[in-house]
C-alpha cells in the first residue's frame, strides 16, 4: 500500500516594530537580560496594555500580502497557563476572531508552481526565555511581550521539500514587505511541524504528530525526512502511532517522544477585558494597502517577461533588490537587457562583492553605467576595453567617456592601421598562417588573437578577421 504524509506548519513570526505589543519597551534583540521590561509586559497586577497600532498595520499589511480576508471585528484573548517565562500567567492572543483569515502561498518548487492554503495568521505576543545552567535557572523577560503572528497553513503540504520551500517563500514575502527581519539565528521565526500519514487516496487524517519549536528551515526539512518514512515504517508494522509532541535533536538527526497530547490542554481562553475589539476601519485599511510590494515571485516573472532574462538573472535580482532596482533605472533604456544584466551581475555585483562595497556606496551613476554600454554599442570600445574601463569607473568615478580618452582606449578601426598589425602578426607566426592557408580554420583565431595583444585590445575584433581573412587569401 501507498502512504501519504499530510503536513501542516505553524510559523511564529516577530513584526519588526520598535516597541513592544501592549507597551513602550523596545523591541530590540540582544539587551542585557531583563533591561527592556515594565510592570506592563511583565504582568504586574492593575496595568493596562494598549495595542501597538503598528503591530495592528503590519499584521493587516501581512493579510494582504498572503492573499487573507480581514474581518473587520478581530478580538484578544487571554489562553492561560502556567510557565516561569509567561509572568502573567497567560498569553494575550487571537483564538476565535483572529485579524487575519484564510490566504495562500505561491511559490515556485522543481519549477512548478505551488500553492499552500493558509488558515489564518492571528497576532499574539511572544513570551521570555529560559536559560538553563549548572545548578540553576534563569528567566530573561525582554522578548515577553514582543508582537509575534502566528501563521497557520492548512494541512496540504505533501513533501518535505514543499514544506522547506513554502517556509523560504513565506520568510521572502515577510522581508521584502519589512514585515519582519526574520532572522532565524535570532529565534526571529519559529515553526511548529504537524504531521500524519495515511494510506493514499483516503480521506480520514492519521495521528498527528506534533514537533514543536524548529528554529531553521533545514531543521524543518530534515525532521520530515526522517518522520515520514518512521511513521510509514511503524504503521507497515501494524504500530499504532501515537498522537504526541516530538523534539527534532539535529546531532543525531532523529525525531524522539516529549510527551503524549491524547487530550487537548484546556487553556480557559477568554476575551481580554482589558483590550477593544480591533475593528478597522476601510480609511485606516486602505492607509495600509499602499505598504503592499510587490511580492518575490512576481518581480521574478516580471522580470523574466519584460526584460527577457533567464531565471537565474531574474532570480539576482529578486535576491537582491536594490542590485535589481538599480538594472531597472536603466534596463528601459537599453536594446538589450540580457546585455545590460550580464554587466550588472557578472561585473558589477562581482566588484562589490570582492570590495565589500554597498550599492550605496557605488562612485557612479547607472546613467554612467548606461553610457558605458553605448560606448561599447557603437564601436568606439570593445567589450574587453570596456571591462578595464569599467574597473576604472568603479576604482575613481569617472566617467567611461574621459576614461577612454584620457588613456587613450578608443577602438581601431581604421583599416590601414589594422593592416600593418596584421602584416607583423603574420610575419612573426609563419605556422599558423601556413595552417590557416591550408585550411584549418581555427589557426585564424589564434592570429586574430596576436592582433589584439599587438593592438593592446584596441583593434576592432570583427574588423581584425576580415582583414587577416583577406590578406592570407591573397
Ligand atoms: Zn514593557
Ligand atoms: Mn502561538
Known sequence: MEYEPIIGLETHVQLKTKSKMWCGCPNQYGADPNTQVCPVCLGMPGVLPVANEEALRLTALTGYLLNCDLPRHARFDRKNYFYPDVAKNYQITQLALPSTINGHVDFELNGKTERVQL???????????????????????????????EIITEPCITTAD?????????????????????????GMVRCDVNI??????????????????????????????????????????????????????????????????????????????????????????EEVKKGVVELPLARKRRFMEQYKLPDGD????VNDVSLGDYFEQIAVKVEQPKALANWVINNLQAKLTESET??????????ALLELIKLVDSGKISTKIAQTVFVEMFDTGKSPAAIVEEKGLVQVSDSGAIETLCQQAIE????????????????????????????????????????????LNG
Request: net charge negative; glycine share 6%; charged share 30%.
Open 119 to 149: 488558515t489564518r495568521a492571528h497576532l499574539e505576543e511572544d513570551v521570555g526565555k529560559s536559560f538553563h545552567y549548572d545548578r540553576q535557572s534563569g528567566v530573561d523577560f525582554n522578548r515577553g511581550g514582543v508582537p509575534l503572528l
Open 358 to 367: 554597498s550599492l550605496q556606496e557605488l562612485k557612479f551613476d547607472a546613467a
Open 162 to 186: 514543499m514544506a522547506h520551500a513554502y517556509l523560504n517563500a513565506l520568510k521572502d514575502i515577510l522581508t521584502y514587505a519589512g514585515i519582519s527581519d526574520c532572522d532565524m539565528e535570532k
Open 314 to 317: 531574474a532570480d539576482v535580482f
Open 196 to 285: 500524519s500519514v495515511r494510506p493514499k487516496g483516503t480521506a480520514e487524517l492519521g495521528a498527528k504528530v506534533e514537533i514543536k519549536n524548529m528554529n531553521s528551515f533545514s531543521g524543518v526539512r530534515r525532521a520530515l525526512q526522517y518522520e515520514i518514512p518512521r511513521q510509514i515504517e511503524a504503521i507497515q508494522n501494524n504500530e499504532t502511532i501515537a498522537q504526541e509532541t516530538r523534539r527534532w535533536d539535529d546531532v543525531a538527526g532523529i525525531t524522539e517522544s516529549m510527551r503524549n497530547k491524547e487530550n487537548a490542554h484546556d487553556y480557559r481562553y477568554f476575551p481580554d477585558p482589558d483590550l477593544m475589539a480591533f475593528e478597522p476601519s476601510e480609511a485606516w485599511l
Open 428 to 471: 612573426a607566426n609563419p605556422g599558423p598562417a601556413d595552417d590557416f592557408r591550408k585550411g584549418k580554420e581555427a589557426a585564424l583565431n589564434f592570429l586574430k588573437g596576436q592582433v589584439m595583444k599587438l593592438s593592446r585590445g584596441k583593434a576592432n575584433p570583427a574588423l581584425v578577421g576580415e582583414v587577416l581573412k583577406r590578406i
